[in-house]
């Protein structure tokens, strides 16, 4: 019989322990936790803080029992895992009843990470929530709370932004940067700041704190904000020390270092989750990737290698999603930020078409970004928010990228149409329409790209109607209608054209025909409502 110790028994862990016990009836396996639960929802913790999720039971996925019951584990929660001594490999485990040495032929890192917290003037005053503990500590604190500030503005902290105010609690988000949700780019974030306020949450953006103190918070430019509950949510570090401490090889960013194979550099013991390093899909280097989806995979390939079989992970795309007061915001792979910071040279798609047909009743607007490898139309990356919608086209951006499809190609995905559920040119064959223009040559300028362009000489021409024209405009833009463009071509003579309308279909339209006479033209990528969002976060 061979012996297997997973240390973490939650995503990663939990997984790679079925899976094996699947795979092998015979084998010994222990799990240890060192909280006082396994298998627990982490995912759905600010929705039981929101009341959303109404019974606490639901959190627990499993219990020792039940895993006992069914696949005869030994999960043994309270219990620290310290002192691997690779040699004789064997581990220290510490639990209710003392500390016992524990043999193993596997062993599996699943730890998951810790909450950052910086130095920041009173930080132990700020109440984390990565476990069922923490969620306990941070309901128990609820009654009387009618402010709170939560410190970091990614995903945890804007889903707890939003149900404590389902609590009626009035809430402030604090951001050290110049805008929330790091894996999208500025102006996509915008629409979700947006959102946000709209619903009662402050946000402040390039927010420095530098106390927490009983009752207020205090930053750096001297404002201080009153609270009656301060959550640190600023993100998590890989929990690797106990992989350091055996000597084995910890990244610059702390994950524990894992070949294909998800083992370490001792053949015996393997690292997945929030613990380990990925590798990035796109340029294969190595990354941080703190998901579910990605942990239980990862369990299950580590499950399946311990017992035989010949299996490699992937690359990682960080597919994510994030709701917030019905609004989704989904992310895929790199941003422009990301992309430009690695010198790539890069094209963007903008676009903002409705989630299903227009003429079928509860259409909404759905924004999408796509970044593409000028080189090989190669998607990169891509971007969504919406009110619906926006989980279903990223899920098939993601499976295009795993794929290896092109940009250019989204134009000819085949795509359930019915007009409560998309459009005959889904957003995605639109995307990829748009790819296809600009991998043939047609001119368009970025948002931050205009000062420039404008500066070289482009004359920048509105060709909405009058009407919208007059409600808000870029300035400096004159208005020529689209529809009046044939009437008006020689006051285009001798003229480079940059064209915009709200959201570009109108600007492509007036750039093929302007080009048809011969007048060089470019279009505004995204339109009016990329640029009005992409100078809303510098306003802010």
Partial sequence: MTTTVI?????????????????????????VEASGYVSF???????????????????LLQTPESLKERFNLDVRVGTRAHDI?????????????????????????????????????????????????????????????????LIGGGFIGLELAENLTHRGVEVTVLEFSDQIMAPLDPEMAAYVHQHLEKNGVTVLTGADTVEIAEGSVTLRDGRVIDADMVVAAIGVRPASELASEAGLEVGERGGIVVDEFQRTADPAIFALGDAAEKRDAITGD?????????????????????????????????????????????????NEKRARAAGRDIRVVSLHPQDHAGYYPGASQIHLKFIIDAATDAILGAQAVGEAGADKRIDVIATAMR????????????????????????????????????????????????????AEGWKLVDVRTPGEFNRATIPGAVNIPLDDIRDRFDEFEGEKVLAFCRVGQRGHTAVTLLENKGIEAANLNGGFLTWEAASSVNAV
Avoid at 9 to 27: H, Y
Avoid at 103 to 119: C, I, K, M, Q, W
């Fill in 403 to 454: 794929g290896g499809l092109t940009a250019s190609d989204l134009a000819d995905l085949e795509l359930a149409y019915a007009p409560q559920f998309g459009s005959a040119k889904d957003p995605v064959n639109m995307a990829g329409f748009i790819a296809d223009n600009l991998a043939n040559g047609e001119k368009s300028f970025l948002h931050h790209e205009l000062e420039q362009a404008v």
């Fill in 41 to 59: 929802a982490n995912c759905g913790l600010p929705y039981y803080v929101g009341g959303v999720i109404g019974e606490r039971d639901e959190l």
């Fill in 286 to 334: 190595t990354t941080l990737v703190p998901l579910a989806q990605t942990a239980n995979r990862h369990g299950r390939l580590i499950a399946d290698i311990i017992t035989g079989r010949d299996v490699t992970s992937r690359l990682t795309l960080g597919t994510a999603i994030v709701g917030l007061f019905g609004l989704q915001a989904a992310t895929v792979g790199w």
């Fill in 85 to 149: 001594d690779r040699a004789a490999k064997t581990i220290q485990l510490t639990g209710p009843e003392g500390t016992t040495t524990q043999a193993y032929d596997h062993l599996v890192l699943s730890p998951g990470a810790s909450p950052v917290l910086p130095p920041i003037d009173g930080i132990e005053r700020a109440y984390t929530l990565r476990t069922v503990e923490d969620v306990d500590v941070i309901t128990a604190a609820l009654d009387g709370v009618k402010k709170a500030v």
């Fill in 7 to 31: 240390v973490g028994g939650v995503a990663g862990g939990m997984s790679t322990a079925t899976r094996l016990r699947r795979r092998d009836e015979d084998m010994e396996i222990i799990v």
